[in-house]
C-alpha cells in the first residue's frame, strides 16, 4: 500500500499547481484591466463647463456662417461674371447678323449709281449703322497693306509678287470686326508672298 500511497500524492500535484496558474493569470488580468480603464475621478478626465461647452457650440456656429456667408459671396461673383459674359455674347451674335446688311451696303456704295439721292439714301443708312456699331464698341479690323495676322485675318488666297513685303495683305474680300478684344468675324483676305 505504500506505493499506492506514494502514488497518489503526485496526481494531486498537478491539478494544484494548475489552479494556483488559472489564478495567477486572473489576478495578472484583473490588474491590467485596472490599469487601462481610466478612473472615474474629475482630475483624471476633465470635463469641460456648461460655459465652454456653449462657447464650442457658438464658435461652430460663427464657422458655419462664415463658410456659407463667403460661399454665398462666391455665388453671387460667379453669378455676375456668367451674366456679363452672356451678355456680351449676345451682343456678338446680334451684331454677327447685322453684317450681312453691312457686307451690301458696302457693295451698294461700291457701285456707280445714276441716282443720285438713291445713292445719298444708301450712303445715310450706312452712317447710321456705323454709329450704332461705334456704340456698341464694335470697330473694323484693319487689313489691307497690313501684316497678316492669324488671330484676325483668314488667308484664302495666296500670291507672289516682289513689290509686297512678305505676309502683307494685299486684297481684302470680306471686312472683319471686333467687339473690344473679341473678334467677331475674321478679315477674309489675299496674302502676298
Not at 54 to 68: G, H, M, Q, S, V
Not at 116 to 126: N, P, R, S
Request: hydrophobic share 35%.
Amino acid at each position: 500500500m505504500s506505493k499506492k500511497s506514494s502514488a497518489a500524492p503526485p496526481e494531486k500535484e498537478p491539478e494544484e499547481v494548475n489552479g494556483a496558474a488559472e489564478t495567477a493569470e486572473e489576478t495578472k488580468a484583473a490588474e491590467a484591466s485596472e490599469t487601462t480603464e481610466a478612473p472615474e475621478t474629475p482630475e483624471a478626465a476633465p470635463k469641460d463647463s456648461p460655459e465652454e461647452e456653449l462657447k464650442k457650440a457658438l464658435d461652430a456656429e460663427k464657422e458655419k456662417y462664415l463658410r456659407l456667408a463667403a460661399e454665398y459671396d462666391n455665388f453671387r461673383k460667379r453669378s455676375q461674371k456668367e451674366r456679363e459674359a452672356i451678355y456680351a455674347d449676345v451682343r456678338a451674335d446680334t451684331v454677327l447678323k447685322l453684317l450681312p446688311v453691312y457686307d451690301n451696303l458696302s457693295r451698294a456704295l461700291s457701285q456707280e449709281c445714276t441716282d443720285a439721292a438713291f445713292y445719298k439714301g444708301v450712303e445715310m443708312t450706312m452712317t447710321q449703322l456705323r454709329t450704332i456699331f461705334e456704340k456698341m464698341d464694335i470697330t473694323e479690323i484693319p487689313a489691307v497693306g497690313e501684316k497678316f495676322d492669324p488671330s484676325v485675318h483668314n488667308a484664302v488666297m495666296h500670291i507672289e509678287d516682289d513689290k509686297y513685303g512678305e505676309g502683307e495683305i494685299v486684297a481684302e474680300f470680306e471686312k472683319g470686326f471686333k467687339m473690344g478684344d473679341k473678334v467677331i468675324r475674321f478679315s477674309t483676305v489675299q496674302v502676298a508672298n
